[in-house]
Protein backbone atom coordinates (compact mmCIF):
# COMPACT_ATOMS: atom_id res chain seq x y z
CA UNK A 1 0.00 0.00 0.00
CA UNK A 2 2.22 2.71 -1.24
CA UNK A 3 1.48 5.89 0.25
CA UNK A 4 -0.21 5.20 3.79
CA UNK A 5 1.02 6.58 6.75
CA UNK A 6 -1.24 5.72 10.31
CA UNK A 7 -1.46 8.21 12.72
CA UNK A 8 -2.65 7.62 15.69
CA UNK A 9 -4.13 11.17 16.85
CA UNK A 10 -5.70 14.30 14.98
CA UNK A 11 -8.66 15.26 13.59
CA UNK A 12 -10.39 13.28 10.67
CA UNK A 13 -10.54 15.16 7.72
CA UNK A 14 -10.42 14.78 3.52
CA UNK A 15 -8.57 16.38 1.44
CA UNK A 16 -9.12 16.58 -2.49
CA UNK A 17 -5.73 16.60 -4.52
CA UNK A 18 -5.80 19.20 -7.92
CA UNK A 19 -5.77 15.51 -10.32
CA UNK A 20 -9.13 14.33 -7.93
CA UNK A 21 -7.78 12.11 -5.94
CA UNK A 22 -8.83 11.90 -2.07
CA UNK A 23 -7.32 10.99 1.13
CA UNK A 24 -9.18 10.42 3.72
CA UNK A 25 -7.76 11.13 7.45
CA UNK A 26 -9.50 8.88 10.32
CA UNK A 27 -7.80 9.28 13.83
CA UNK A 28 -7.34 5.44 15.31
CA UNK A 29 -5.74 4.07 18.28
CA UNK A 30 -4.74 0.66 18.51
CA UNK A 31 -4.53 -1.37 21.70
CA UNK A 32 -4.37 -5.12 22.73
CA UNK A 33 -6.85 -6.63 24.19
CA UNK A 34 -6.09 -10.92 25.01
CA UNK A 35 -3.09 -10.61 22.76
CA UNK A 36 -5.07 -8.98 19.33
CA UNK A 37 -4.92 -5.42 18.38
CA UNK A 38 -8.37 -3.91 18.91
CA UNK A 39 -9.19 -0.26 17.37
CA UNK A 40 -10.78 2.39 19.43
CA UNK A 41 -13.23 5.56 18.39
CA UNK A 42 -11.60 8.81 18.50
CA UNK A 43 -13.62 9.31 21.54
CA UNK A 44 -12.09 6.25 23.54
CA UNK A 45 -14.96 4.05 22.96
CA UNK A 46 -14.20 0.01 21.27
CA UNK A 47 -15.00 -0.13 17.78
CA UNK A 48 -17.75 -2.91 17.08
CA UNK A 49 -17.17 -6.57 18.71
CA UNK A 50 -15.79 -8.49 15.78
CA UNK A 51 -17.76 -12.08 15.54
CA UNK A 52 -14.80 -14.41 16.65
CA UNK A 53 -14.03 -11.96 19.63
CA UNK A 54 -17.44 -13.12 21.57
CA UNK A 55 -18.22 -16.45 22.61
CA UNK A 56 -20.67 -19.02 21.25
CA UNK A 57 -23.72 -19.48 22.82
CA UNK A 58 -25.28 -23.28 23.15
CA UNK A 59 -27.17 -22.73 20.85
CA UNK A 60 -24.86 -21.90 18.25
CA UNK A 61 -22.69 -23.94 19.08
CA UNK A 62 -25.57 -27.20 19.25
CA UNK A 63 -26.39 -25.40 14.96
CA UNK A 64 -22.79 -25.79 14.44
CA UNK A 65 -22.30 -29.53 15.46
CA UNK A 66 -25.67 -30.46 14.09
CA UNK A 67 -24.59 -29.36 10.57
CA UNK A 68 -21.14 -30.96 11.21
CA UNK A 69 -22.80 -34.08 11.56
CA UNK A 70 -25.08 -33.54 8.73
CA UNK A 71 -22.17 -32.97 6.65
CA UNK A 72 -20.61 -36.07 7.71
CA UNK A 73 -23.65 -38.43 7.64
CA UNK A 74 -24.25 -36.85 4.13
CA UNK A 75 -20.60 -37.27 2.65
CA UNK A 76 -20.34 -41.02 4.09
CA UNK A 77 -17.76 -40.60 6.42
CA UNK A 78 -20.21 -42.08 8.49
CA UNK A 79 -22.48 -44.23 8.15
CA UNK A 80 -25.55 -43.67 10.63
CA UNK A 81 -25.99 -41.13 13.80
CA UNK A 82 -25.02 -44.10 16.03
CA UNK A 83 -21.31 -44.29 14.21
CA UNK A 84 -20.92 -40.33 15.31
CA UNK A 85 -22.65 -40.46 19.02
CA UNK A 86 -19.40 -43.39 19.44
CA UNK A 87 -17.11 -41.06 17.84
CA UNK A 88 -17.79 -38.09 19.88
CA UNK A 89 -18.57 -39.98 22.94
CA UNK A 90 -21.99 -38.98 23.52
CA UNK A 91 -25.42 -40.07 23.45
CA UNK A 92 -27.29 -41.15 19.88
CA UNK A 93 -30.02 -38.81 20.98
CA UNK A 94 -28.24 -35.72 21.35
CA UNK A 95 -27.06 -36.09 18.15
CA UNK A 96 -30.31 -36.76 16.54
CA UNK A 97 -31.21 -34.02 18.37
CA UNK A 98 -28.31 -31.21 17.01
CA UNK A 99 -29.34 -32.93 13.37
CA UNK A 100 -32.59 -31.68 13.88
CA UNK A 101 -31.72 -28.21 14.20
CA UNK A 102 -30.21 -28.46 10.77
CA UNK A 103 -34.14 -28.20 9.39
CA UNK A 104 -35.22 -25.07 11.01
CA UNK A 105 -36.66 -22.29 9.49
CA UNK A 106 -34.35 -20.01 8.05
CA UNK A 107 -35.53 -17.15 10.45
CA UNK A 108 -35.02 -19.06 13.48
CA UNK A 109 -31.91 -19.57 12.37
CA UNK A 110 -31.03 -16.25 11.84
CA UNK A 111 -32.13 -15.56 15.34
CA UNK A 112 -30.03 -18.48 16.90
CA UNK A 113 -26.77 -17.22 14.75
CA UNK A 114 -27.84 -13.22 15.83
CA UNK A 115 -28.37 -14.67 19.26
CA UNK A 116 -31.64 -12.50 19.21
CA UNK A 117 -33.99 -15.28 20.62
CA UNK A 118 -35.45 -14.98 24.24
CA UNK A 119 -33.58 -16.72 26.44
CA UNK A 120 -37.24 -18.61 27.57
CA UNK A 121 -36.42 -20.36 24.46
CA UNK A 122 -34.29 -23.64 25.15
CA UNK A 123 -32.27 -26.21 23.00
CA UNK A 124 -35.13 -28.69 24.40
CA UNK A 125 -37.90 -26.78 22.63
CA UNK A 126 -36.21 -26.24 19.24
CA UNK A 127 -34.59 -29.72 18.93
CA UNK A 128 -36.96 -32.16 20.09
CA UNK A 129 -38.98 -33.33 17.26
CA UNK A 130 -39.48 -30.32 15.57
CA UNK A 131 -42.09 -30.20 12.76
CA UNK A 132 -41.51 -30.31 9.21
CA UNK A 133 -43.19 -27.29 8.11
CA UNK A 134 -41.41 -24.15 8.90
CA UNK A 135 -44.97 -21.99 9.33
CA UNK A 136 -45.80 -25.19 12.48
CA UNK A 137 -42.10 -24.42 13.81
CA UNK A 138 -42.72 -21.15 14.01
CA UNK A 139 -45.82 -21.86 15.91
CA UNK A 140 -44.36 -24.15 18.42
CA UNK A 141 -41.86 -21.28 19.13
CA UNK A 142 -44.60 -19.10 19.94
CA UNK A 143 -46.57 -21.28 22.10
CA UNK A 144 -43.47 -21.88 24.25
CA UNK A 145 -42.83 -18.61 25.01
CA UNK A 146 -46.47 -17.77 25.65
CA UNK A 147 -46.43 -20.95 28.04
CA UNK A 148 -43.17 -19.42 29.86
CA UNK A 149 -43.30 -17.67 32.91
Not at 90 to 117: C, F, H, K, Q, W
Request: glycine share 8%.
Amino acid sequence: MNGVRIHKTGAAEIIQSSDGRLTLSVPINFKRRSGRKQVTLPNGQPGLPRPWDTAATSLQLALARGHKWLAMLESGEVGTMTEIAKREGIDNSYVSRMVNLTTLAPDIIDGILLNELPDRLTLFNLAVDPPALWEEQRARMLGCLESSP
